[in-house]
């Protein structure tokens, strides 16, 4: 991508020629859109991002071969806000671990029956996520990778690394309590996009998202 960006930038300045020229306006400026006073330019790094974000998006959105062979090998005892880098990891899954908290940013679940939705990490009660709402509790929590469909299963019994004093018992059974008042329903979480009117994914929509916010 840089060496892309690099020919790009000297194709502008130079031309067809060999002579250096100055560069009068920084390559992030011309990048901008003509609204914001650049010339349109497409960012290829961002584009990059963009378009690699949207694997993510079918592989949790579609089925296939491809989606089934990475589903087995990559995610069987994790999802996909949980899956972390390994040694042995690919290099194309490489590639897409390092974009995946962009597509997390833009990624809603709506939790139905919760076999996709993380308990502590996931935004799927009260509009945040409960390690936000609950940061003493979940610093305590052994399992915070535990998907909220799991805690149901075992009745809201987690393990945590100590005894909860009395005050923090207490709020951990008002946790309790808001999760076993939650409307599931026996059918799969689905998947929305936040940046999107449609909630779609589309690849525009993460540009324009790092565009506006200036970084990664």
């Given at each position: 991508v840089n060496i892309l960006d690099k020919h790009r930038r000297s194709l502008f300045w130079q031309g067809g020629g060999t002579k250096k020229k100055y560069h009068l306006v920084k390559w992030s400026v011309i990048c901008l859109s003509k609204q914001k006073g650049g010339l349109g330019v497409k960012d290829i790094f961002k584009m990059n991002i963009s378009l690699l974000?949207?694997?993510?998006?079918?592989?949790?959105?579609?089925?296939?071969?491809?989606?089934?062979?990475?589903?087995?090998?990559?995610?069987?005892?994790?999802?996909?806000?949980?899956?972390?880098?390994?040694?042995?990891?690919?290099?194309?899954?490489?590639?897409?671990?390092?974009?995946?908290?962009?597509?997390?940013r833009g990624r809603?679940?709506?939790?139905?029956?919760?076999?996709?939705?993380?308990?502590?990490?996931?935004?799927?009660?009260?509009?945040?996520?409960?390690?936000?709402?609950?940061?003493?509790?979940?610093?305590?929590?052994?399992?915070?990778?535990?998907?909220?469909?799991?805690?149901?299963?075992?009745?809201?019994?987690?393990?945590?690394?100590?005894?909860?004093?009395?005050?923090?018992?207490?709020?951990?059974?008002t946790v309790v309590d808001n999760v076993f008042s939650y409307n599931f329903e026996n059918q799969d979480d689905i998947t929305l996009w936040k940046w999107n009117s449609k909630k779609k994914f589309t690849t525009k929509s993460v540009y324009y998202y790092l565009s506006t916010v200036g970084n990664t």
């Open positions: 974000s949207k694997w993510w998006w079918k592989l949790e959105k579609e089925d296939g071969l491809w989606q089934t062979l990475v589903k087995k090998k990559y995610l069987q005892k994790d999802t996909i806000r949980s899956v972390k880098n390994k040694l042995d990891d690919s290099p194309i899954w490489t590639n897409l671990l390092k974009v995946k908290h962009v597509y997390l809603k679940i709506l939790t139905k029956n919760g076999k996709n939705s993380l308990f502590w990490e996931d935004s799927w009660l009260k509009g945040q996520p409960l390690c936000i709402n609950h940061p003493v509790l979940y610093d305590l929590c052994d399992e915070k990778g535990i998907t909220v469909y799991e805690v149901l299963r075992r009745n809201g019994e987690l393990d945590f690394s100590r005894w909860l004093p009395p005050f923090l018992f207490d709020e951990w059974l």
